[in-house]
């Protein structure tokens, strides 16, 4: 049976493009089995112009009615090669909006869905830390009963010689990161002792905002006031509200056992379970930016006016943050 002019024209083209369509299968199956890192220059370099090449070689062989399966040979290799070629690009932009959209959309609503539980740890742990000031301010021993004087006294002679010495880069990032196991673990309990109905995150509310309320006010009282009030300034509003948001997931988390409403315990915990995770995420950031600036920052030779205004600029950030952002436009 002789063959037609269409089938000569195909065989014709698949044999004269044959060589290139191997030599791109080969490279697509190596990044497959080792990734684009493990490939040679050369042949990485080579990749770009075959996919292009091959999107070409489909669009003929479509427009020609060639044979189905030399269409359904060139699109299989046309699609894997763009995923060899952007399929990482892509997973990388959808990792990064789903990081932006976690940082300035979920977290902040979960925060606000919560707002009854923040705002009683916030009461929890800001109403002993004043009494613990104003006590210790008036009667200094009164620090004693809530903070070992092991601890009160090299922190008021550190904070009595203020900040005219740097420390070295390495002494900045061994503090950064003792501040940050410091204060996830403080964090951490004031979350996950929750569970036993909130008790446990109110416990360590108020023992917290009391414990730094005390150090704060025996500073002060031996005059070292201003030193520690500028050491805090810059990373209290992330440290101070990280704790207060991880209480008030752990308060939610606890309500959610106590008070189920018409649900089990069970599916009450799993349906809070989603915000109070992202809330203690969230939180977790927060204390890593302070660590940041606690490690950095409060402690450097920066003039105390500096620290101080730019403490300020950072609480109202937060404050408008975790107010506004992530609302939708009224209008939409």
């Given at each position: 049976?002789a063959l037609?002019?269409?089938?000569?024209?195909?065989?014709?083209?698949?044999?004269?493009?044959?060589l290139d369509?191997?030599?791109?299968?080969?490279l697509?199956?190596?990044?497959?089995?080792?990734?684009l890192?493990?490939l040679p220059p050369?042949e990485l370099?080579?990749?770009?112009?075959l996919?292009?090449d091959v999107?070409a070689?489909?669009a003929?062989a479509?427009?020609s009615?060639?044979s189905?399966?030399?269409?359904?040979?060139?699109?299989?290799?046309t699609a894997?090669?763009?995923?060899t070629?952007?399929?990482?690009?892509a997973?990388?932009?959808?990792?990064?909006?789903?990081?932006?959209?976690?940082a300035?959309?979920?977290f902040?609503?979960a925060?606000?869905?919560?707002?009854?539980?923040?705002l009683?740890?916030a009461a929890?742990?800001?109403?002993p830390f004043v009494?613990?000031?104003?006590?210790s301010?008036?009667?200094?021993?009164?620090?004693?009963?809530?903070?070992?004087?092991?601890t009160?006294g090299p922190?008021t002679e550190?904070y009595?010689r203020?900040?005219?010495e740097a420390?070295?880069g390495?002494?900045d990032?061994?503090?950064a990161?003792?501040?940050?196991?410091?204060n996830?673990?403080?964090?951490l309990?004031?979350?996950?002792?929750?569970?036993f109905g909130?008790?446990?995150?109110?416990?360590y509310?108020?023992?917290?905002?009391l414990?730094?309320?005390a150090?704060?006010?025996?500073v002060?009282?031996?005059?070292?006031g201003?030193?520690?009030?500028?050491?805090v300034?810059?990373?209290?509003?992330?440290?101070?509200?990280?704790?207060?948001l991880?209480?008030?997931a752990?308060?939610?988390?606890g309500?959610a056992?106590?008070a189920?409403?018409?649900?089990?315990r069970?599916?009450?915990?799993?349906?809070?379970?989603?915000?109070?995770?992202?809330?203690?995420?969230?939180a977790?950031?927060?204390?890593?930016?302070?660590?940041?600036?606690?490690?950095?920052?409060?402690?450097?030779?920066?003039?105390a006016a500096v620290k101080r205004?730019v403490?300020?600029?950072l609480f109202l950030?937060?404050?408008l943050?975790l107010t506004l952002a992530g609302r939708r436009?009224?209008w939409?």
């Amino acid at each position: 049976m002789a063959l037609t002019v269409s089938a000569l024209t195909e065989a014709a083209f698949a044999e004269r493009r044959r060589l290139d369509w191997t030599e791109l299968d080969t490279l697509v199956k190596k990044v497959a089995t080792g990734g684009l890192a493990k490939l040679p220059p050369a042949e990485l370099a080579r990749i770009a112009p075959l996919y292009r090449d091959v999107c070409a070689d489909l669009a003929r062989a479509e427009a020609s009615r060639y044979s189905a399966p030399l269409v359904s040979f060139l699109h299989s290799l046309t699609a894997a090669s763009h995923t060899t070629l952007y399929g990482a690009h892509a997973k990388r932009r959808a990792f990064v909006r789903a990081t932006a959209r976690a940082a300035f959309e979920a977290f902040p609503r979960a925060v606000r869905a919560h707002k009854g539980a923040v705002l009683i740890a916030a009461a929890l742990f800001f109403l002993p830390f004043v009494g613990g000031v104003v006590a210790s301010l008036l009667h200094p021993d009164f620090a004693y009963r809530i903070v070992p004087e092991a601890t009160l006294g090299p922190l008021t002679e550190a904070y009595a010689r203020g900040f005219d010495e740097a420390r070295g880069g390495g002494v900045d990032a061994q503090m950064a990161g003792f501040y940050v196991n410091n204060n996830v673990g403080i964090a951490l309990r004031c979350f996950a002792l929750g569970v036993f109905g909130g008790v446990g995150s109110a416990f360590y509310l108020v023992e917290n905002g009391l414990s730094i309320g005390a150090i704060l006010g025996y500073v002060a009282a031996h005059g070292a006031g201003d030193n520690i009030v500028t050491f805090v300034v810059g990373h209290g509003s992330f440290e101070l509200g990280a704790i207060v948001l991880a209480g008030g997931a752990g308060l939610s988390m606890g309500w959610a056992i106590v008070a189920p409403g018409d649900k089990t315990r069970t599916a009450s915990l799993q349906a809070a379970a989603r915000d109070v995770a992202t809330i203690v995420f969230g939180a977790a950031v927060m204390l890593l930016i302070a660590a940041s600036i606690e490690g950095f920052w409060s402690g450097s030779i920066v003039p105390a006016a500096v620290k101080r205004g730019v403490g300020l600029v950072l609480f109202l950030l937060v404050m408008l943050y975790l107010t506004l952002a992530g609302r939708r436009p009224r209008w939409t």
